[in-house]
């Protein structure tokens, strides 16, 4: 990002605190447990994972004797594909929910995607922050290697607030990109090993969901929480080829149309 953009940014800080501020109160507005929830709902998926997949159906996770395996597999998987799919899917819609601070106020449209990367990290952290107590409850922690979280998460913000700006802007001037997106992530879901695992697919399977870039983020992940073991890193240099791509290639379309965004809300 370039300097002027940074520049923006910093000296519009309170507005990008207001807003997530904003954000997160209106959330839970009129609700009697109010900011409980935030730690509610994330407990409970971990809850039902662990309760439903391990003791009541009995999952196993192949190669694995550990009876919280699959549920450790499924939460690594589901919940940084949630931060995946968090910010894309707010990114694709960012500046349509703010047409009338677009249109009516003058600041740096690019604080839009740095709301929404912040709101979703803070998300991520409270319900990862729930999982990793679970990890450490239940003897399942996978000691310093978990601190190699921090740049494949890392890299997968970049991938995702990467392709949603494109997506973001594309979809002002093309409203089918938001419905077609919208469709394209639950098979995207379905096409990244999250639920199952890739060794239990056939080798033809396999070799298609190597061109999936979810699938060596999320596959990095498990690698860590799982098994203990760093990712391969040389798997992830496409993704972030990927994410610088569509990062430059974002920034480049936000600056050229951000002037007619405003008429086109």
Same mark, same amino acid.
């Not at 309760?51 to 939460?75: E, H, K, N, Q, W």
């Not at 600041?107 to 979703?120: E, G, Q």
């Not at 970049?158 to 002002?172: A, I, K, S, T």
């Not at 060794?199 to 870039?213: C, F, H, K, M, T």
């Given at each position: ?153 890392? =890299? $997968?913000?970049?991938?995702?607030? *990467? +392709? /949603?700006?494109? &997506?973001?802007? @594309?979809?002002? #001037?093309? !409203?089918?990109? %938001? ?56 798997? =992830? $240099?496409?993704?972030?080829?990927? *994410? +610088? /791509?569509?990062? &430059?290639?974002? @920034?480049?379309? #936000?600056? !050229?149309?951000? %002037? ?6």
């Amino acid at each position: 990002m370039p300097l002027s953009l940074l520049g923006g940014v910093w000296r519009y800080r309170g507005f990008v605190v207001g807003s997530i501020v904003r954000e997160f109160q209106s959330k839970y507005r009129n609700s009697l447990l109010g900011a409980a929830w935030t730690v509610l709902n994330p407990l409970a998926m971990i809850v039902v994972y662990t309760v439903i997949f391990s003791r009541v159906m009995g999952s196993r996770l192949a190669g694995s004797d550990t009876p919280f395996a699959y549920s450790i597999y499924l939460c690594a998987g589901a919940l940084t594909w949630g931060l995946f799919a968090e910010i894309t899917g707010r990114s694709l819609t960012m500046f349509l929910e703010n047409a009338n601070l677009i249109k009516k106020l003058q600041f740096p449209r690019i604080c839009l995607p740095v709301v929404v990367v912040l709101n979703a990290g803070i998300n991520f952290a409270i319900i990862f922050g729930l999982f990793t107590l679970f990890l450490l409850v239940s003897g399942n922690f996978p000691g310093l290697v978990f601190l190699a979280l921090i740049p494949v998460l890392l =890299l $997968l913000v970049l991938f995702g607030v *990467g +392709l /949603g700006m494109v &997506l973001g802007v @594309l979809n002002v #001037f093309f !409203r089918d990109v %938001g419905q077609f997106f919208t469709i394209l992530l639950q098979f995207w879901f379905w096409f990244t090993p999250i639920v199952y695992p890739a060794s239990a697919l056939p080798p033809e399977v396999r070799a298609a969901l190597a061109w999936n870039p979810m699938t060596a983020l999320i596959g990095a992940c498990q690698a860590i929480l799982v098994e203990g073991r760093a990712p391969q890193w040389a798997s =992830l $240099l496409p993704v972030l080829l990927l *994410g +610088l /791509g569509f990062s &430059l290639l974002g @920034l480049h379309l #936000f600056r !050229r149309r951000s %002037g007619e965004m405003a008429d086109e809300l």
